[in-house]
């Protein structure tokens, strides 16, 4: 059983893995399957999606870094799927709106956000993310992916 700990950073409460081995077999195993299916709702097929492609190549750690820092990635900011009248950003505010809610009235628990180590790019969290910009918070914790040599 992986071992997840709270850490408190700025009234917030996240659930943190803190193994390095432990976060790369969270990401690639739990957090690439709905990264898969966001590709498929794209219809983009995964197998080609580069981000997919380097996850096994990369190392994992937690950080926490200045939210100022991390840049959002503009083709996920701008998608938009009108055969479904799915608008990114629109989804994006109400699921923010209902994370605020949760954390401020009822303490809920954060992840840590997710983010490439090369530009400090958001790839997972982008509603965790524009909750902790509403609520002023400064530093966040944040997986941090490498890439580097393939774990063993």
């Given at each position: ?6 850490r408190?950073?700025?009234?917030l ?22 990264w ?6 794209e219809?983009q097929?995964?197998?080609n ?32 799927d ?7 950003q ?14 401020r009235?009822f ?24 909750m ?12 941090v ?8």
């Amino acid at each position: 059983m992986m071992n997840t700990p709270i850490r408190r950073q700025e009234g917030l409460s996240y659930w943190v893995i803190e193994d390095p081995d432990a976060i790369y077999d969270f990401i690639n195993n739990e957090v690439r399957k709905e990264w898969i299916e966001d590709a498929k709702n794209e219809h983009q097929d995964p197998k080609n999606d580069p981000w997919l492609k380097t996850l096994p190549k990369r190392k994992w750690c937690l950080e926490l870094i200045e939210i100022d820092r991390l840049r959002l990635d503009p083709e996920i900011i701008s998608y938009a799927d009108e055969s479904r009248g799915y608008v990114f950003q629109e989804r994006l505010e109400q699921r923010r709106c209902e994370l605020e809610k949760a954390v401020r009235n009822f303490g809920a628990v954060i992840w840590p956000l997710v983010a490439r180590e090369e530009d400090l790019q958001l790839v997972d969290g982008y509603c965790r993310y524009a909750m902790l910009r509403a609520m002023n918070v400064s530093k966040v914790y944040v997986y941090v992916g490498r890439l580097g040599a393939v774990q063993a």
